[in-house]
């Protein structure tokens, strides 16, 4: 996993890295034994994003308002340190400037700070949460998160469907940028990802790469690396890629009209796609529908378990999860097992060590989170959390036997009973 400006923790970011591989850089797994189950505590929030861990014991928490934004007004997020077992705050920072709204993101940095892009702000944080500097960004749009490349820097980018997204790469230490802001060749929803020094972007309708060139001091754009995934088709654009080091994955039909929940949401008359693209070669490419039903759409990243070689996709609006084997040497793809009913739409996190994924499942009108053996998709054990929202953004794993999951408008701890 390619980190190396991110703080060596088990979980520095979202997704675990710019990679979004949603793997623990460390630490141990859930381990669930014949006879135990999941328990939960959880705690009501404004708007939950993600958390974060630091050193061994620290855990960090974004949240961000929302209501203001009916009503054309600026909003706000908020960074708190807080209880690994009983999540109460410890500590909690200002309001933090943001603008327009959309979940923002954090990491911390290699420097140990806290980072934050939220709205149109970048903020830097001590480990009290406490703010040491921030920048206001060029475009009065919101900015959906950043990534920390391996020389330190932080990319971001604003959130564009109608005018080309705009890359902005600001130094750590100073929060100034290092370079002049540079246009994309089209619009982008998707979050960034990054592996060493080379950014990629899902936009629009294709994705594509820049690379950190030193004697430039500049993002250079790839012109030989592009892949245009809509092509002739009547799909909507596509989310996070994921980077496993030999192809980025994602799946397409992003748009959709969520509220409270992803299902029944999709407003594309196609299935949504899983995607590969290889890294070395963008004429090497697969596009497979996830479950062939139309109205079909997602939020969110795929998940590839490079150990066991196989890729989890899903389609949120018709509650379809699909499971596949990969073989990296002829490069197909195999259907291995599959889920209907099952209302999954958030990030994912996967523990590689025991093949335990934590996968959320909307139904009966609540959150529940669920854990399956992802080689053959067994049900080892759920726990509903008692969230009203179906959640689609960033679980973590925490210190011990347990994990954090965000889902919106509460955050809940789910450990080993």
Not at 341 to 353: K, T, W
Not at 393 to 404: A, C, I, K, N
Request: hydrophobic share 40%.
């Amino acid at each position: 996993m390619s980190a190396l400006g991110y703080l060596a923790t088990p979980w520095p970011g979202e997704d675990g890295g710019p990679q979004r591989l949603q793997i623990p850089r460390s630490g141990a797994a859930l381990g669930l034994r014949a006879g135990e189950k999941l328990g939960c505590i959880s705690r009501r929030t404004w708007m939950s994003t993600m958390t974060l861990l630091g050193a061994p014991g620290e855990v960090y928490l974004l949240t961000h308002s929302a209501l203001r934004a009916r009503l054309g007004l600026p909003t706000t997020a908020c960074v708190e340190r807080i209880d690994a077992q009983s999540l109460k705050t410890l500590d909690r920072s200002p309001r933090l400037a943001g603008g327009p709204m959309w979940p923002g993101g954090m990491a911390l940095h290699r420097n140990g700070d806290i980072y934050v892009v939220y709205g149109r702000y970048l903020h830097r944080l001590d480990r009290a949460c406490q703010p040491r500097a921030k920048l206001r960004l060029l475009i009065d749009e919101p900015y959906n998160s950043f990534v920390i490349l391996d020389n330190g820097l932080i990319v971001t980018k604003n959130l564009s469907d109608k005018t080309p997204a705009t890359l902005s790469v600001i130094d750590p230490e100073t929060l100034q940028p290092v370079c002049a802001d540079m246009a994309c060749p089209e619009p982008s929803i998707a979050r960034l990802s990054a592996s060493g020094n080379t950014v990629y972007v899902v936009g629009v309708r294709s994705i594509f790469r820049y690379h950190w060139r030193d004697d430039l001091s500049a993002l250079v754009l790839d012109a030989d690396w592009r892949f245009d995934y809509i092509g002739q088709s009547q799909q909507s654009y596509g989310w996070d890629v994921v980077l496993d080091g030999d192809n980025a994955w994602f799946m397409d039909n992003g748009r959709h009209s969520y509220v409270i929940k992803m299902i029944g949401n999709g407003v594309s008359a196609t299935p949504n796609r899983l995607i590969r693209v290889s890294l070395s070669d963008a004429t090497d490419y697969q596009l497979l529908d996830v479950c062939g039903l139309s109205g079909g759409s997602i939020t969110n990243p795929p998940l590839i378990d490079l150990q066991r070689g196989i890729v989890i996709g899903y389609d949120s609006a018709n509650r379809h999860l699909q499971a596949w084997r990969y073989d990296a040497a002829s490069k197909a793809l195999t259907p291995l097992w599959h889920k209907s009913a099952f209302g999954c739409a958030s990030h994912l996190l996967l523990y590689p060590q025991t093949g335990e994924l934590v996968i959320n499942d909307y139904r009966r009108g609540g959150e529940e989170v669920v854990l399956l053996a992802i080689e053959s998709g067994t049900e080892l054990a759920r726990v509903r959390c008692g969230g009203q929202m179906q959640g689609v953004v960033f679980p973590s794993p925490g210190w011990g036997r347990d994990f954090y999951w965000s889902s919106m408008d509460r955050l809940t701890r789910v450990f080993v009973a």
